[in-house]
Nanobody, 129 residues
């Protein structure tokens, strides 16, 4: 059974940085996509970034492009989200999720959280102005 554990959230001032980690276990096959989604009260989960583990190809939401970087360490089975130049609107609970690679990889992997089968518990990021 796949399990995901997200960590690294905290309180930072606008313009600061945080690095989130998602530790994964239980993968039984290749081809997973790992994504970071974020959510604020009253809104749905928004995809921030995703990475295909087989080749490291990434996609980013326009709202975070140029500020966030997703990466993977396949030996440690860990995915990271480096968040720089944080803004108050980045404040949210951040979740990592895993989706078996069963469709063509594209930016569409960030548009809908429902195909993701596995989720970690969220980690809270708060950015003060």
């Amino acid at each position: 059974d796949v399990q995901l554990q997200a960590s690294g959230g905290g309180l930072v001032q606008a313009g600061g940085s945080l690095r989130l980690s998602c530790a994964a276990s239980g993968f039984t096959r290749d081809g997973y996509v790992i994504a970071w989604f974020r959510q604020v009260p009253g809104k749905g989960r928004e995809g921030a970034s995703c990475i295909r583990l087989s080749d490291g190809r990434t996609y980013y939401a326009d709202s975070v492009k140029g500020r966030f970087t997703i990466s993977s360490d396949n030996v440690k089975n860990t995915v990271y989200l480096q968040m720089n130049n944080l803004r108050p609107e980045d404040t949210a609970v951040y979740y990592c999720a895993a989706d078996p690679y069963t469709r063509t990889y594209s930016a569409g992997y960030l548009t809908d959280p429902r195909p993701y089968d596995y989720w970690g518990r969220g980690t809270l990021v708060t950015v003060s102005s």
